[in-house]
């Protein structure tokens, strides 16, 4: 859509499992990159999911260096995604997308094993941040016990530190919200929990039941609203198909002007191999 990769277009792949504040310090390192390639003073970022905290973050914190201009958060779960629990509970990988989770837990397999951990619950729960700990929801109520009575949760320490400095964000930084809908109403948002039958998996108690909201498969609808309100703009999709379906929406956001052409090439992923040395 007239960008360049590498000269006015630029992508920030980060590993999904550190913290938020490890992969704003190379945030902003790639920002001072970019101004030194493209001599610039400031960029726009296109915050996908989690991409948004680590935007956010470094934003709000002492680094930065006014060099946002424009942030447009994609799907970000501001109240954090429910099925990061069962992750970092019970040591399962659950995101919607079965190839993908099942990539993400042979490796976090291969992790726990190679870090020496019982299990790779054990291992997460070594780690002193992972971001399966701070994404975990910070909202009051998604266990309950079978009568319905809420129970005990994890604890997040960085989603409520981030959401109370959120102000400075909005300030330093033209910002946009976009909310994703696949209208099947399948997001899970509430666990049912029963005390573990393995332990010590499951310490705050083993799912057994799912109740959904709308939203993006991932996440739901209440995650983004109960921070923001209604979203500044909204997209039929899946969370991992928010990048594709709102192109034109990001496009506008920050040329002010719809693209001139929209590419929308599919590229499925149908089998894994994996190949490992010794």
Same mark, same amino acid.
Request: hydrophobic share 40%; charged share 15%.
């Given at each position: 859509?007239?960008?360049?990769? %590498?000269?006015?277009? $630029? ?26 390639? /493209? ?17 956010? +973050? ?7 260096? &006014? ?5 447009? $958060?994609?799907?970000? *779960?501001f109240y954090g995604i *429910? ?7 019970? !040591?399962?990988?659950?995101?919607? &997308? @079965?190839?993908? #989770? ?6 976090? %397999? ?43 949760? @994890? =604890? ?8 109370? +400095? ?19 109403? &399948?997001? @899970? ?5 029963? @005390?573990?039958? =393995?332990?010590?998996?499951?310490? +705050?108690? =083993?799912?057994? =039941?799912?109740? *959904?909201?709308?939203?993006? !498969? ?13 979203? #500044? ?5 899946? +969370?991992?198909?928010? *990048? ?8 506008? $956001?920050?040329? &002010? ?13 149908? /089998?894994?191999l994996f190949v490992t040395?010794?």
């Amino acid at each position: 859509n007239g960008y360049t990769l %590498n000269q006015t277009f $630029f992508t920030f792949p980060y590993n999904w499992e550190d913290s938020m504040a490890a992969n704003a310090s190379l945030l902003a390192a790639k920002i001072a990159s970019i101004k030194a390639t /493209c001599g610039c003073s400031r960029v726009d970022i296109i915050a996908h999911g989690t991409g948004g905290f680590i935007a956010a +973050h470094y934003i709000e914190s002492a680094a930065y260096q &006014n060099d946002v201009d424009q942030l447009l $958060f994609m799907g970000t *779960p501001f109240y954090g995604i *429910p099925l990061a629990y069962k992750t970092l509970e019970g !040591g399962q990988v659950s995101f919607g &997308n @079965p190839l993908a #989770d099942g990539l993400a837990q042979v490796l976090l %397999n291969q992790e726990a094993k190679d870090a020496g951990a019982a299990s790779v619950f054990s291992y997460l729960q070594a780690k002193p941040s992972t971001a399966f700990k701070e994404i975990i929801p910070v909202f009051n109520d998604y266990l309950y016990d079978s009568n319905f009575a809420t129970q005990p949760m @994890p =604890q997040n320490t960085f989603l409520p530190t981030m959401l109370l +400095h959120y102000g400075d964000v909005l300030q330093r930084a033209m910002t946009r919200t976009l909310l994703a809908d696949d209208s099947q109403f &399948n997001t @899970p948002s509430i666990f049912v929990v029963e @005390p573990s039958s =393995q332990p010590p998996l499951w310490p +705050h108690g =083993q799912p057994v =039941q799912e109740f *959904p909201e709308s939203g993006d !498969g991932v996440v739901p609808r209440s995650s983004i609203e109960s921070q923001v309100g209604p979203a #500044d703009y909204e997209v039929a999709a899946s +969370h991992r198909t928010i *990048p594709t379906a709102a192109q034109s929406t990001a496009f506008n $956001f920050l040329n &002010n002007k719809n693209p001139s052409s929209v590419v929308t090439n599919s590229y499925p992923v149908n /089998c894994v191999l994996f190949v490992t040395t010794s």
